[in-house]
Each structure stands twice: as C-alpha cells, then as structure tokens.
C-alpha cells in the first residue's frame, strides 16, 4: 500500500474548529485530487463533545461553501495520535500547552504546530473559538482554514509529494 501522509486538525471539543479544519482540507485534496494520498482526521483535548456530531452553525457554514461535514464524530486526541500522524495542526495556544508536552514521547513523529503558520498572508496567529458567538465566527474560522489549507496543501506537496503525483 503506498504511503498516507496523515494530518491531524485539533482544538478544545473536537465540534466547531477542528472539524471544519477537516472539512475544509479534505475539500481541498479532493479538489486537487489528492484524497487517496493524505488521510485527514480531527480531535479534541477535551472530552465533554465525544461521539457529538459538529456544531450545527459550523455544520450550516460549511455547507453554504459546499462542505459536508455532518458525518463527522468527535474524539479526543490520544498518545498514539502523536506517533501515527505526520503533522498535528492546533487551533490556538491553549491547545499548544496540552498538545506538545503530550507529543513530546520518544515514539512521537508527528511535526506539532499552529494550523495558521500556513496562512502566512492572515495577520491572525490563532483561530479564535466561536462556540460561545454567534455564526460570524464560524465565517472567520472558515476563512482562515481556508487560507491555511492551501499553505498546507503546497507544504505537504514540496515535503511529500514532490517525486509522486503531486
Ligand atoms: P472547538 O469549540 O474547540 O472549536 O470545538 C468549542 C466547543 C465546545 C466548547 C468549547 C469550545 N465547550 O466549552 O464545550
């Protein structure tokens, strides 16, 4: 079987931004299609969401943009997620004081950073969280995920791809 890059979107409850992540990403790869070579997965660092589908507002967002995303279930990020995927792409800073110490085992391979370091031309460094607003935010967070997966789909494309089909 060839090799699957794997990506990994992670914030607080796994329902509004991580999934959208997702949504927005694997759209991305089927539009350039990719689907078969990068497998996309998202999870939260907290556990009051599990097995919840998205948030309706961001459910509702994403498919204004053509995105489904109702299938999807939260989980919560887990160790053996830091050693089976390539790259683990936070939301924000409170995330990244849960996630890399978690990711900071011998067995761990997967490069932790911030999904908005691939959206260099935003001047946000952080998604914010919407859950607590109205769907305004949920426009913002589609935004930036949009401009950070194109970032990302041309670093996984000069990393990965560049001697395969992509
Ligand atoms: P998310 O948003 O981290 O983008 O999924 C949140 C969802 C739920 C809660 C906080 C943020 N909550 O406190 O339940």
Redesign the pocket.
Known sequence: MPYMIRVLFV??????????SQGVFEHVLRREGLEGEVEVDSA???A??VGHP??ER?QRGARKRGIDISAQR?RRLILEDCERFDYILF?DEE?RRLVEPLCRGPRSRAEVRPFLDYAPGRSERE?P????GGSKGFEL?LDLVEAASEGLLEDIRERHLKNGSG
Not at 11 to 20: M, T, V, Y
Not at 129 to 132: A, I, K, W
Request: hydrophobic share 35%.
């Open positions: 914030c607080l409850g796994n329902i509004c931004r991580s999934p959208l939260g660092t907290g009051w969401h998205p948030d961001g939260a939301m995330n998604v969280d919407p859950f607590y967070v």
